[in-house]
């Protein structure tokens, strides 16, 4: 599995007047296959991950991900970690769910041929098939999900971060893309409110009030993480 | 439900045509409009794009969908035009707009958004030599095309919970949440892009 190692790391958005502290001296060194992140709004989890493949660049402190800083090696380290936002809507570019799939290996210089196997495979996989050239705006919430989570996948990332990915899905469809999940050979980072999808997690961690304050066994993490918002 | 302008998979010889030959006829037509000036070439030219559609397939209720959104300013277009120039002119004013919008709409309802990417990639290529990125020229036609829906679903979200508190003819109240929806879903486009490797 990737190591992922993050030092002395504290960030904050804004100008000096306006300065909002969102992390505080997290470290922590990441090896196992299945992480949860979890903690109240505004607590940091959602900064801390978009740490992890140079979305935001700390403040102070470093992120590595397999040794490489991801301030100064941002492009290797975003094609090992691929990214999934909460709304599907916000990451789908592309007209129809075929082009969106094909999106990020186009801009990888592969073949046509190559590019049509990899997107033919993705839409069987992740249940598409059938909806190659639909609309990607007219899919459902949770097709809008799979079709998001297929398009950072197909790229076939070492990492793969979920931010939240069922919030905005009912039952039937986080059940889904719980589903795709828990079936992926690939490094998991899910942050989450929903904590049933830890279920077989190796590893949480519990954000509080911008810091890492629990880091455990997912029962322990999940005891201490409803005590504190008891 | 909104399919405004976007790919409508289909095996017709407008489909099989390139990009690049369609958005050739595109800008062509679109140059030459300004010389249609009598009601008989208008009409001919109307008739001309809807063959196009019937040739592709094209479902009316599609067809119409087009060019729904041009009837408000189609209308004061042509009420100003037939006050003052009279209903010829009003015609062929009209007319030239809708027939410029049906083609367009028929480019991008026969073209794949990535095909015309590409033609654009290729056509731009020589602005390298000036500074100029195709490519991502390219992305900014195909992110135009996305966010159409994208904008359209947002103002009717905006228009129902206006809707709902009451607020049924305020134009400030329509206005500013959509431009602030619209800014938000653009700063995580961004990220979004950023995540899957466009600006490496």
């Known amino acids: 599995m990737p190591v992922i190692e993050v030092d002395g790391v504290t960030h904050a958005y804004g100008e000096q007047s306006s300065r909002r502290v969102v992390l505080t001296d997290v470290n922590v060194r990441l090896v196992e296959q299945r992480i949860g992140i979890i903690g109240a709004n505004g607590s940091g989890k959602s900064t801390f991950v978009r740490l992890i493949n140079g979305l935001v660049n700390p403040e102070s402190g470093s992120v590595r991900v397999d040794g490489l800083d991801t301030k100064k090696h941002g492009r290797e380290v975003r094609k090992r970690v691929g990214f999934c936002f909460t709304d599907p809507d916000a990451q789908i570019v592309m007209p129809t769910v075929q082009e969106d799939i094909a999106f990020g290996l186009r801009r990888r210089g592969l073949s046509k041929e190559e590019i049509a196997s990899r997107v033919s495979d993705a839409l069987t996989t992740y249940g598409l098939d059938g909806h190659a050239d639909h609309p990607a705006h007219l899919l459902s919430g949770g097709q809008k999900q799979l079709l998001a989570l297929s398009s950072v996948l197909v790229t076939e990332p070492a990492t793969l971060v979920l931010d939240e990915p069922t919030t905005l899905l009912d039952l039937r469809n986080a059940a889904k893309v719980a589903d795709v999940v828990r079936q992926l050979s690939q490094q998991v980072l899910l942050v989450t409110h929903h904590l049933d999808l830890l279920d077989g997690f190796e590893r949480v961690l519990v954000f509080n009030d911008t810091r890492l304050v629990y880091d455990g066994a997912p029962d322990d993490a999940i005891g201490y993480y409803q005590k504190l918002m008891a | ?200």
């Open chain 2, 1 to 200: 439900m909104n399919t405004l302008g976007l790919y409508l998979p289909g095996t017709s010889v407008i489909h099989r045509t390139t990009a690049g030959a369609k958005l050739a006829v595109m800008c062509a037509v679109g140059v030459g409009s300004i010389f249609l000036d009598h009601t008989w070439q208008v009409g001919t030219a109307i008739l001309v794009v809807l063959a196009g559609y019937v040739v592709a397939r094209i479902p009316i209720r599609t067809t119409i969908r087009q060019v729904r959104p041009l009837i408000w300013i189609a209308g004061f277009v042509a009420a100003f035009h037939v006050i003052v120039n009279g209903w010829e002119r009003a015609f062929v004013v009209v007319g030239v707009i809708a027939m410029l919008v049906l083609l367009a709409s028929l480019v991008t309802l026969t073209t794949r958004t990535t095909a015309m990417v590409d033609a654009v990639v290729f056509v731009c290529g020589p602005l390298r030599h000036v500074g100029v990125d195709p490519e991502r020229l390219g992305l900014l036609l195909a992110l135009s095309i996305r966010s159409v829906p994208v904008i359209v679903g947002l103002a009717e979200e905006v228009r129902d919970a206006q809707r709902a508190r009451g607020l049924t003819a305020s134009p400030r109240a329509f206005a500013v949440p959509l431009i602030v929806r619209s800014l938000r879903h653009a700063d995580a486009l961004g990220d979004a892009l950023v995540a899957r490797g466009v600006d490496d």
